[in-house]
């Protein structure tokens, strides 16, 4: 069943190009198993090898991302976008977080798209979701991280206030043990094709590596999906 997701019109208006791709299935996370490590093994040190040639400006969807922060009135070079974060931590030959195969399946499309992606538990969202820029004095408690200041940055938000970024998502509906029914989201600045692509991708992805059932995705845009 397609999720009710949508953009308001002040994000068109900053971000003309901005997407959501969006992915609703059923999945049980758990402790990563080899075929995960081996995916990871495989992308690493290529990935690693081109990103100490390649500005991170440069890095596929990556820089559109920064654009659109800027467009938003938020510092990407501040307020990174998660892609660039996790692409850092390679750059650098640090370990990546081991959380569980939802959130590890999503940082590993992360790497090979150069996208930010978000996944949420479904039953912890309420009502329709929308990106939207955060409006000033708004924070959340990120995971593993203090408040987030949220003020003019793209964002997700239910009728309970905002949820997720692609900064930093809350805690109020992050992928648990518990967790069975999950939204990923995929934040583009990028043309349509490159966002369609990354959809597939992450379509196989979590069926074969995070045991996703039922899966369904498309994408918001402006015009309709």
């Given amino acids: 069943m397609r999720p009710d997701i949508r953009i308001d019109e002040d994000m068109f208006s900053c971000c003309p190009d901005c997407r959501l791709g969006w992915l609703v299935y059923e999945a049980k996370p758990e402790a990563s198993g080899d075929a995960i490590q081996a995916c990871f093994a495989a992308l690493l040190p290529e990935l690693k090898v081109k990103l100490e040639t390649t500005p991170l400006a ?3 969807n990556l820089g559109e991302s920064r654009r659109g922060y ?7 070079g501040r307020w990174r976008v998660s892609s660039e974060a996790l692409y850092r931590r390679v750059r650098q030959g640090k370990d990546l977080y081991r959380i569980n195969t939802v959130v590890d399946v999503n940082n590993l499309v992360s790497l090979e798209t150069g996208f930010s992606l978000g996944s949420y538990d479904r039953d912890r969202l309420e009502g329709t979701v929308t990106l939207r ?3 000033p ?3 959340y408690p990120g995971i593993g991280k203090d ?3 949220l003020s003019f940055m793209p964002l997700l938000a239910d009728a309970s206030g905002p949820v997720g970024s692609p900064t930093s998502d809350s805690t109020r509906a992050m992928v648990t043990p518990e967790t069975r029914r999950l939204l990923t989201v995929i934040y583009s600045f990028s043309p349509r094709a490159e966002l369609e692509k990354a ?3 992450a379509a196989r992805r979590f069926e074969t590596l995070a045991g996703a059932s039922g899966l369904e995705f498309g994408m918001v845009e ?3 999906e």
């Fill in 58 to 60: 440069d890095m596929p």
């Fill in 70 to 76: 800027r467009a938003c009135g938020k510092d990407p």
């Fill in 133 to 135: 820029r955060g409006r």
């Fill in 137 to 139: 004095g708004e924070s």
């Fill in 147 to 149: 408040a987030v200041d």
């Fill in 199 to 201: 959809l597939a991708l």
């Fill in 222 to 224: 402006r015009g309709g």
